[in-house]
């Protein structure tokens, strides 16, 4: 049982109410928050990326399937991964804001369920072991997707939700580009032990770092009330309270209308229980929701015909293909940061019109490398192909952030305009729950519409196709996407006041 603490006799010290947990500046701080969320999505991307090229290898050694039927069979694994995600991802929302006082328990819920899948692969020696392990890994990809959404935000605020972003998607891209790779090099190293080994020991740290978590509004507890109305700068870190869902994250001043964003009283039990489906109709919102889905069709779209644009015109194995994807990845890795800032800087409507203007051109060039390569022209054409992907990429780290951050902009303003009908809770967590449904549904629509589109009208207009879609985007971007908005932190004062 917690124990009063004397208070400091020195003025400026920090007062206790009760005694704090041991680290407990470190860790609530804003780095190591945002450090563990990155490293979870990293860790969940990069086991998804490690069993995909080993998947082939245990469906013919360990269920000894037919080789006619591998290809369909590992097809249907990686989709059962993005129903499962589909599925957990608006669940997490709903659980994490209505049943629980911290994201912790539900963030750890989901790193259980990612071992479990893990254990149950490496164990698997039938399809439905394995189709259960596959459904385990991506209701735990959901989970955690939402779940470290949710707590980005509160930790960090809607001002600086870009950049923060940007950062951990940059760590996803470098997972999905060195999961694959390495799961490859290990499979053919050491077997399926040094394969899984690396997969579990990634968890256990994984795990330590959740554990050791303190979110912003729970450090809040143990100070006194003079010092929680305030923010604690030691080392340059915020340490004390950060953004939570008590906490609006719109100042009152900053000019925007909320008498616009009233909603009327739900009439029906779905609504009333999950007012945020009255938000989905918003046009700005459905916008910023379809960006995501563009966002995810693209990147399946490239992850489903790079490797085979580089096997069939370059003649690469799948080392050399897993290569051609790194262009991507380093754009994203860099580059997606920087752009997070410019979100954060001068809004979502400017950097979402580039991003999308930028990659019409950008997919189009797409259609300049020829489909039949002789010797001579094949380094030339190489070099080629790599620097439009390269091109692509910069436009990917562009769009990385835009969708979540506008998304929680136009949520932000409904809370604010109708707190009584959302119970005073913001529904953070469900709306990323919706929008990781959405980049599900992207990821396994994308691979399909692209196959189908280069098997019909070819690798090039395939990629012409994609182009309009974001010329389209890039309108509906102009007309709906919002501006920049005078976010910053309030005090309960303010809040209770509007």
Not at 1 to 17: D, L, N
Not at 83 to 102: E, I, M, Y
Not at 220 to 245: C, H, V
Not at 425 to 438: D, E, F, R, V
Request: charged share 15%.
């Amino acid at each position: 049982m917690a124990q009063s603490s004397p208070p400091s006799s020195s003025s400026g010290s920090i007062h206790y109410t009760i005694t704090p947990p041991i680290g407990l500046k470190w860790r609530s701080n804003t780095f190591f928050i945002v450090s563990t969320v990155g490293i979870g999505a990293f860790v969940d991307f990069f086991l998804y990326g490690l069993i995909v090229p080993v998947l082939p290898f245990m469906l013919e050694d360990r269920v000894h399937i037919p080789d006619a039927q591998i290809q369909s069979t590992v097809s249907w694994l990686l989709a059962i991964y993005a129903a499962a995600s589909c599925l957990a991802s608006p669940v997490a929302g709903v659980l994490a804001d209505r049943l629980a006082s911290s994201r912790q328990l539900p963030f750890l819920l989901g790193l259980v369920l990612l071992l479990l899948s893990t254990i149950l692969l490496a164990l698997g020696r039938n399809i439905p072991v394995l189709a259960l392990a596959r459904f385990l890994q991506g209701a735990s990809g959901g989970t955690v997707w939402t779940i470290g959404l949710a707590l980005l935000l509160e930790t960090v605020g809607q001002e600086n939700l870009g950049k923060a972003i940007g950062s951990v998607l940059s760590l996803t891209s470098v997972a999905g580009f060195f999961g694959p790779v390495v799961g490859g090099t290990l499979y053919a190293k050491t077997g399926y032990q040094g394969v899984f080994g690396v997969g579990i020991a990634l968890i256990v740290i994984d795990f330590f770092m959740r554990l050791l978590v303190i979110e912003k509004g729970v450090a809040a507890r143990y100070l006194t009330p003079a010092r929680n109305s305030q923010s604690l700068e030691t080392d340059g870190a915020t340490e004390g309270p950060g953004p939570s869902e008590s906490t609006p994250l719109l100042s009152s001043d900053s000019g925007s209308d909320l008498s616009t964003y009233r909603l009327e009283e739900p009439k029906i039990r779905l609504t009333k229980t999950l007012p945020i489906l009255l938000v989905l109709k918003d046009p700005s919102l459905q916008t910023a929701l379809f960006m995501g889905l563009m966002q995810a069709i693209l990147l399946g779209a490239f992850d489903a015909t790079v490797p085979l644009v580089a096997s069939t015109r370059y003649g690469f194995d799948s080392l050399k293909a897993g290569l051609l994807f790194l262009p991507l990845t380093a754009s994203d890795l860099f580059l997606g940061p920087v752009f997070g800032w410019c979100v954060d800087r001068w809004g979502t409507k400017p950097v979402s019109v580039i991003g999308f203007a930028y990659l019409v051109p950008a997919l189009v060039l797409l259609r300049i490398p020829t489909e039949v390569v002789t010797d001579p022209e094949l380094p030339r054409q190489i070099a080629l192909y790599s620097c439009l992907l390269l091109l692509n990429g910069v436009g990917f780290a562009i769009i990385n952030s835009v969708s979540i951050v506008e998304s929680g902009n136009v949520v932000e303003k409904y809370w604010r305009a109708n707190s009584r009908l959302f119970d005073g809770q913001a529904p953070y967590a469900q709306l990323y729950g919706i929008n990781s449904m959405i980049w599900s549904l992207g990821l396994t629509v994308g691979p399909l519409i692209a196959g189908k589109l280069r098997e019909t009208i070819g690798y090039g207009n395939m990629n012409a196709v994609l182009a309009g879609v974001c010329f389209i985007t890039t309108i509906l971007s102009a007309v709906f996407i919002g501006g920049k908005v005078d976010l910053k932190k309030n005090s309960r004062e303010e809040h209770d006041s509007s």
